[in-house]
């Protein structure tokens, strides 16, 4: 099982969107996927539309322990793709796990028991720094930070990033280990060079030993800002690439994306095609016109 804290020390980059995304991707193509609603404002609870909802969620989960499937599992109308949703609107969670002697070990030694039933987790976290977002970290494999193309924005996200991982770094000597760092550009306006915005963000990291510049980035397109009003994953609804566009679809750009976080399932991946799909689910697959999306 692999676990994947998508986190930011700022508000507003867009990590709610992109752990909808690949979530719903890898479950697309086969990955058994759960996802942790971590943010008391539960915008990732709502994304799609459930199939079934536990009578518990995130608050049983940390502050009871509560790991039974029927008692915070929730099944989102996606195949193959589960949530824990979000239920603690006044962060009492906050204040338990700051009085907590495992406070910030607490969701890691949780994470062995789906581990017979998933093959990944994605935890979305609150955008600002929290015990509740050190506790996503220090469970996870690796780190997801989405960020966007402001060199002003980049430097304040560096200098928080930094900070939180020298913080953490003592409780190393009690197995908890920080991840690696996966940053990638999100909402990439079209009217911007994005090689050099690219290259830029590249060099703000670079010192940065865990830190990794993925090549990947997310455009600032019709299709993402749908996907969340309409509760339908962005690659499929927006699989063909209309006529009078050069830019990759939202699907290319989901699939690059998740090739490149989780090269173990490139399989996987590479099976899933515009055509299966179109054919899995034709009533949420619609060819794309996206007037005034990114061209």
């Not at 002697?101 to 030694?109: H, M, S, T, Y």
């Not at 063909?240 to 399989?267: D, H, Y």
């Amino acid at each position: 099982m692999n676990i994947a804290a998508v986190l930011s020390t700022k508000g507003g980059p867009g990590k709610t969107t992109v752990t909808a995304s690949l979530g719903a991707f890898c479950a697309d193509s086969g990955l058994r996927t759960l996802l942790i609603d971590l943010d008391n404002q539960p915008s990732l609870s709502s994304f799609y539309a459930l199939a079934h909802e536990a009578p518990g969620g995130v608050f049983e989960l940390i502050a009871h322990n509560e790991t039974r499937y029927e008692q915070i599992l929730s099944q989102t109308c996606i195949p193959n793709l589960s949530l824990i949703h979000s239920n603690d609107p006044f962060n009492q969670l906050g204040t338990l796990l700051l009085h907590a002697a495992d406070g910030r070990l607490r969701l890691k030694n949780l994470m062995p028991a789906f581990a017979a039933d998933f093959d990944l987790v994605l935890i979305d976290t609150q955008g600002a720094r929290s015990i509740l977002l050190e506790m996503a970290l220090l469970s996870a494999d690796m780190a997801i930070s989405p960020i966007t193309p402001d060199m002003l924005t980049a430097r304040e996200f560096h200098r928080g990033m930094l900070q939180l991982y020298r913080d953490l770094q003592p409780l190393a000597a009690l197995g908890a280990r920080t991840p690696p760092l996966n940053v990638v550009i999100n909402k990439l306006d079209a009217t911007r060079d994005a090689r050099l915005i690219h290259q830029s963000l590249a060099e703000t990291f670079a010192d940065h030993p865990q830190a990794r510049m993925r090549h990947t980035t997310l455009p600032a397109a019709v299709s993402f800002r749908r996907a969340a009003t309409e509760g339908i994953p962005a690659h499929r609804l927006e699989y063909r690439v209309p006529s009078n566009r050069q830019a990759p679809t939202a699907f290319k750009v989901i699939k690059a994306l998740c090739l490149e976080l989780f090269p173990e399932w490139r399989v996987k991946f590479e099976a899933l095609t515009e055509e299966q799909l179109s054919l899995r689910h034709p009533a949420s697959i619609r060819p794309s016109t996206m007037e005034g999306a990114s061209k």
